[in-house]
């Protein structure tokens, strides 16, 4: 059984947790809406994340809503010493499964307390505040008011650490003058690197880069030429591309996200890949080849 351990560590905020994590998007039922289709199932995906030495789960209350955050509690709770969950906060769902932004202080407040219920925590190992920017991509504009009151509420003891998602480098800037700043997660993946020079940067912070959609999320990255280099080292595409984040910048954090436990299986295993250099140059040409298929 694969040990998520060989592809190392690095610390979220003050505690070391292996590069590879859960993403818990897909345990809500499709379009990230209502319940799964089998609730056992999502349970058991929980439970084998665990055994395969997942100690950092990434969610949110709108996910489902609040559907997700349920079953991770059902599935782990009482928590281990060493699993870090994330969440964030800065949107809600609309009965027709809308995403829809609430980042008014009232809100944001109201979303951490709707996170430490469904969770069952008194205190939330880390929150990220969610900027709606572009739906996937940031936009400039002032992060101030949402951060100030999420710091607010870690001085309240009710967030043990802050982060920021969707957002871009000068919000950043503006974030950690209000509180520290422990992750940043944002879109990408092997064929989408605009964020290149910021994981740089943040990895001579110490800070933790969570890439959102590793896989290419709702529209799966697809190549002919990724799917010819994972046949040849005998691997799949998508663990191609996970272990090519892996190697990008040690202060990447992986979310991948999956509903069964056979694909869960397959991800971690990415962990198992050495990829040579010669594979590397081949992976790192893609970002002007590939073209993203729905």
Known sequence: MTNIAKAGQFKLGDTAVNRIGYGAMQLAGP????????????????RAAMAFGVNHIDTSDFYGPHVT??????ALHPYGEDLVIVTKVGARRGADASWIAAQSPEELTSAVHDNLRNLGLERLDVVNMRMMGDVHAPLEGSLEPQFTTLARLQQQGLIRHLGLSNVTEAQIVEAQAIAPVV?????????????????????AQGIAYVPFF????FTPIQSSALSDIAQDI??????????????????????????STTHLAENCAAADLDLSAEVMAAL????????LRP
């Not at 955050?69 to 059902?74: H, K, L, M």
């Not at 590793?214 to 999320?217: E, I, S, W, Y």
């Open 31 to 46: 379009g990230v809406f209502g319940p799964p289709k089998d609730r056992g199932e999502a349970i058991a995906v929980l």
């Open 214 to 217: 590793p896989l290419g999320g």
């Open 234 to 259: 005998g691997a799949t595409p998508m663990q191609v591309a996970l272990a090519w984040l892996l190697n990008r910048s040690p202060n990447l954090l992986l979310i991948p996200g999956t509903s």
């Open 183 to 203: 992750c940043v997660q944002n879109l990408y993946n092997l064929v989408h690197r605009d964020d290149d020079a910021l994981i740089d940067r943040l990895a």
């Open 69 to 74: 955050n349920q079953i991770i509690r059902e």
């Open 284 to 291: 790192n040409a893609l970002v002007v080849q590939t073209e």
